[in-house]
């Protein structure tokens, strides 16, 4: 590999990186379990069975080899079962075959650009992109990651669930001059205009919202009849312009400065002063000086932030340009802040790429180090990262409903309507596909008609049903790959949390400090008979307290503040 390279590496009490780079091996299992145990455990272990053989009889020994068994059958599946092993590749989840694996399509030439979402209508060396979810860099041996792939996850008894597992990034500089100096090909979709109509006019008694223009269920299915030219709806359906008398409505000064950003947004929100502000780490000066960094807030949280922060300064927080948004379209700050989160194109529209990163998140990476690894090297338009765990949308869905994340009733509603129209859940057959289900937290892309359509179409699924995403992503994925061949690439959950650092919110976060600021309550002690001694403690108590004050400590309120606004 080119020095110039480099692995992304963070380092952690956990499942860190930097211990598995040192290749650390799990420890034995202990107890009764075959998975991990060594020669000498086993030893013991029959040495034990037998002694209980010889005294309860031939009962027993039936009944210690059916949990035996149990207990070798579990260990078969423990990959599947396991939350640790939910980053290791889903090809080998599902049995994927080498052939697709290494499926390579040919690349193209890129049109010149028209203008923001129009595109020379000439066939593109004719051909089409059929699945841009296997393209890779196999075949350019003089990239810097040439031959670099995701080791294997190692397993840990101490520490289960997600990790982040490396990821092979070339330099800044690198990566800002192989930006593509063309536009991507948009397969059959050329020119993509947006519906613009008075209110007056909008049909009410359709499903979704005036924002999103009402759309009926007929409407809603020529959307997915894609030709070279068409006019969608996507949000902002009343107004001069997006932002300007839509129900989503920004300062003059704000909508003129997000003109003036061309090349890359890195983009977050935070609405109903829900969480606090990330900010972003180890950006270069090229991207500092190239890129915009913008945060919608609401009024409240604007609020918030002006008296609690004090690198507030002319409406930004350090890299973070805060755009106050006034008149939201929704009551629920969730589905509002999914407008900035799939509409970018439209508030943004000069711009060619968009970072999207929920407000929970912090940012480690530098942004045109995503580009490249996520878009330019996959010849890719559009990158996601694929659930952790689950892969099928009505696992998605009941896991929703267990969760509470929304009315149960409606989530129901949304899946039956989805089961009519054929959604099944997920198997092989579905490869090349290999998840049906997003982490839906990051969204790389760029700006190109047949991105901007999957996005408008994804949205319009949000405003008429539920605003959890992940359960209508696959709907308009699979309508829009049926008819153009194209699809978004879902890359590895570990390789997202290379880049992104996951924080509190800021309700749970305010909690945590003033539970250290203050003194835990003094239970009342009983009443003693005078010159008489209060009893020590029992060894019980103690062993207690020692056990709790081994946990991991909260951090201290300082640090805290540093992490959401910095001082």
């Not at 052939?99 to 209508?121: E, G, W």
């Not at 520490?159 to 092979?168: A, K, S």
């Not at 709907?475 to 194209?486: F, H, L, P, Y």
């Amino acid at each position: 590999m080119n020095g110039a390279a480099s692995l992304g590496l963070r380092t952690g009490s956990c499942g860190s990186l930097a211990a598995a780079a040192g290749g650390r091996k799990p420890g034995p299992a202990r107890g009764w379990g075959w998975r991990g145990g060594g020669e000498k455990e086993r030893l013991q272990l029959l040495h034990r069975a037998l002694r209980i053989v010889g005294r309860r009889g031939a009962g027993l020994l039936l009944l210690l080899l059916a949990v035996a068994s149990a207990a070798l059958f579990c260990s078969l599946f423990a990959v599947v079962k396991d939350d640790t092993a939910s980053s290791i590749i889903i090809a080998s989840n599902y049995e994927v075959t080498k052939a697709i694996q290494n499926s390579v399509y040919p690349s193209t030439t890129r049109p010149v650009v028209m203008s923001n979402d129009q595109y020379s209508a000439s066939d593109v060396n004719g051909i089409e992109h059929p699945d841009q979810l296997h393209l890779s860099f196999e075949n350019l041996t003089n990239h810097p990651c040439h031959g670099f792939a995701i080791p294997p996850t190692l397993f840990d008894k101490k520490c289960t669930g997600p990790r982040p597992c490396p990821v092979c990034y070339v330099s800044v500089d690198q990566a800002f001059d192989m930006m593509p100096l063309q536009a991507s090909p948009s397969p059959v979709l050329k020119y993509l205009d947006y519906v613009s109509e008075d209110i007056s006019t909008a049909n009410l008694s359709n499903q979704g919202s005036v924002f999103g223009g009402h759309v009926s269920l007929d409407q809603r299915n020529k959307s997915f009849d894609i030709t070279s030219s068409m006019t969608v709806n996507c949000g902002f359906v009343r107004g001069k312009r997006p932002g300007q008398g839509t129900g989503f409505d920004i300062n003059d000064d704000d909508l003129l400065e997000m003109e003036q950003c061309r090349g890359l947004v890195v983009a977050s929100a935070i609405f109903g002063n829900y969480d606090m502000i990330q900010h972003p780490r180890n950006v270069s000066e090229l991207s500092k000086e190239n890129a915009c960094f913008y945060m919608f807030v609401d009024e409240e949280t604007m609020a918030y932030v002006k008296n609690s922060s004090s690198l507030y300064k002319d409406n930004k927080v350090g890299l973070w340009r805060l755009v106050v948004v006034r008149n939201l379209p929704y009551e629920d700050p969730r589905r509002t802040g999914k407008i900035p989160k799939l509409l970018l194109h439209r508030l943004f529209p000069n711009v060619r790429f968009s970072v999207w990163i929920d407000a929970k998140l912090q940012l480690v990476v530098d942004p045109y180090l995503l580009l490249e690894r996520f878009l330019w090297r996959r010849n890719a338009t559009f990158a996601i990262s694929r659930h952790y765990r689950r892969f099928d949308v009505f696992e998605e869905a009941e896991a929703n409903k267990a969760a509470g994340k929304y009315d149960n009733a409606s989530i129901d509603e949304q899946i039956d309507f989805y089961r009519n129209e054929g959604l099944t859940p997920y198997s092989t057959a579905k490869l090349p596909i290999t998840s049906d289900v997003p982490e839906g937290c990051v969204i790389i892309r760029e700006h190109v008609p047949i991105s901007n359509l999957f996005t408008c179409l994804w949205f319009n699924e949000v405003d008429r049903f539920t605003a959890r995403d992940q359960i209508s992503f696959s709907t308009v994925r699979d309508k829009i790959r049926a008819k153009v061949g194209w699809m978004p690439h879902m890359f590895l959950d570990c390789e997202r949390r290379n880049f992104v650092v996951q924080a509190y919110h800021r309700e749970l976060l305010e909690q945590m400090i003033a539970s250290r600021r203050n003194a835990p309550p003094v239970e009342p002690s009983r009443k003693l008979r005078p010159g008489s001694r209060r009893a020590p403690p029992s060894k019980v108590k103690r062993k207690k307290e020692k056990k709790l004050s081994s946990r991991r400590r909260v951090p201290k309120p300082v640090t805290w503040a540093i992490v959401g606004y910095g001082s």
